[in-house]
């Protein structure tokens, strides 16, 4: 999360919805494609990071 600009201190959701949705107000009730669209990001993001630990542990 240290890659992206989110503002202070909401929980992982909201941080998520935030890089996904950079328009997004705070607002719960998403549509099916925002939704869709949100857990998109969260794998890519989450796939990202393995891909990084993985190579830190490696030493690349």
């Known amino acids: ?3 992206y ?3 202070s201190s909401p929980g992982w959701v909201g941080q ?3 890089i996904a949705l950079p328009d997004w107000r705070g607002d719960w ?11 998109e990001t ?14 830190a542990a490696s030493g690349e």
Request: glycine share 2%; charged share 30%.
């Open 42 to 55: 969260l794998f890519e993001l989450f796939d990202r990071f393995l891909g990084e630990r993985d190579a």
């Open 1 to 3: 999360m240290a890659n």
């Open 5 to 7: 600009q989110v503002r």
């Open 29 to 39: 009730d998403l549509t099916p494609e925002q939704e869709a669209h949100v857990l």
């Open 16 to 18: 998520i919805r935030q």
